[in-house]
């Protein structure tokens, strides 16, 4: 993988305008629409029941957001996912607070044993209760920085049967095969909510353009967290209000040259 690589996905993304359906949560809604516009996606929510598999077979990935779960969300998951996996459309998950109560953990099972799930992304907490391993979290945020995240994205990557992403300061994916690390970000993205949340969004757009969802996770992660170091130098410590809208245009105004200048990862293994 090349960082020239990265920035020609990104062009790709603005060409081809993918649409990214999304059963989010309440919180993040709004805010994960405008980044996936910056960033050249056609973001839709689409939850009824009546129409969620239809939504799911058009789109160029679905994103499944357990944020604010309720019963009859869950159940548009399962029809959208169910949908998707049929029409060979990538499914990506955001397990948000899985393992802060019974009812996430059981419905991140659910969804994991009933979808082929492309790509999981999360905190080191949301990622550990995944995988069955138990982890302490506080809501949906996790409490502290977990052991060894290389170990736990390749763990749970055999385990899940998935790509797996784990964020924080350093971010990590694996397919249980290769583990990569990617070193962009910004601690003001943990001041905003839904900067996970629209991450994953943002990894769903890259899949509609790029079948390797490694490649897609790792594309994503530096894109992303360039987007943040340059968004946050324009910030010049106002804060995270100033920051959230600082970092929605540098989504949309990063360049070819920003993401090979600020880009920053490495293969661990494989
Ligand atoms: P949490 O629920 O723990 O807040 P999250 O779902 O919001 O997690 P994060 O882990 O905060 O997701 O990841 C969102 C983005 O923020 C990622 O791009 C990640 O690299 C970045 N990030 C998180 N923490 C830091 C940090 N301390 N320094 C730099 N970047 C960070
Ligand atoms: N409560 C339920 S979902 C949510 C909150 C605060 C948003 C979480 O967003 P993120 O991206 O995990 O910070
Ligand atoms: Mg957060
Ligand atoms: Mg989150």
Do not use: W
Not at 25 to 32: A, D
Not at 94 to 99: A, L, N, R, S, Y
Not at 102 to 118: F, G, H, N, S
Not at 207 to 220: F, G, L, N, R
């Amino acid at each position: 993988m090349k960082i020239q690589e990265f920035s020609s996905l990104l062009e790709k993304v603005r060409e081809s305008n993918p649409l990214v359906h999304n059963i989010t949560n309440v919180v993040v809604t709004n805010f994960t629409a405008n980044g996936l516009l910056a960033i050249g996606a056609s973001p839709v929510m689409a939850y009824a029941h009546e129409e969620a598999a239809d939504m799911a077979k058009i789109a160029g990935a679905l994103v499944l957001n357990m944020g604010t779960l309720t019963e009859k969300e869950v159940k548009s998951m399962l029809i959208a996912g169910k949908s998707a996996n049929q029409h060979g459309v990538p499914v990506i998950f955001d397990p948000v607070g899985v393992g802060a109560t019974a009812y996430r953990t059981e419905t991140a099972k659910r969804i994991l044993e009933e979808l082929d799930i492309a790509i999981i992304r999360g905190n080191a907490a949301e990622i550990a209760n995944a995988a069955g391993q138990n982890s302490s979290i506080k809501g949906v945020d996790a409490v502290e920085a977990a052991g060894n995240t290389s170990e736990l994205a390749e763990s749970a990557a055999k385990e899940l049967g998935a790509v797996t992403v784990i964020t924080g300061k350093q971010d990590i994916v694996s397919d249980g095969r290769s583990i990569y690390a990617i070193n962009n970000g910004h601690p003001l993205l943990t001041k905003v909510t839904g900067a996970g949340c629209l991450l994953t969004s943002i990894i769903g757009a890259f899949s509609a353009v790029e079948k390797d969802p490694v490649k897609a996770a790792v594309t994503s992660l530096v894109v992303y967290g360039s987007a943040a170091e340059i968004a946050a130098e324009k910030t010049g410590g106002k804060g995270p209000g100033t920051f959230q809208i600082e970092f929605l245009n540098s989504l949309y105004n990063l360049s070819a040259a920003d993401v090979e200048s600020y880009g920053s990862f490495e293969k661990m293994i494989g």
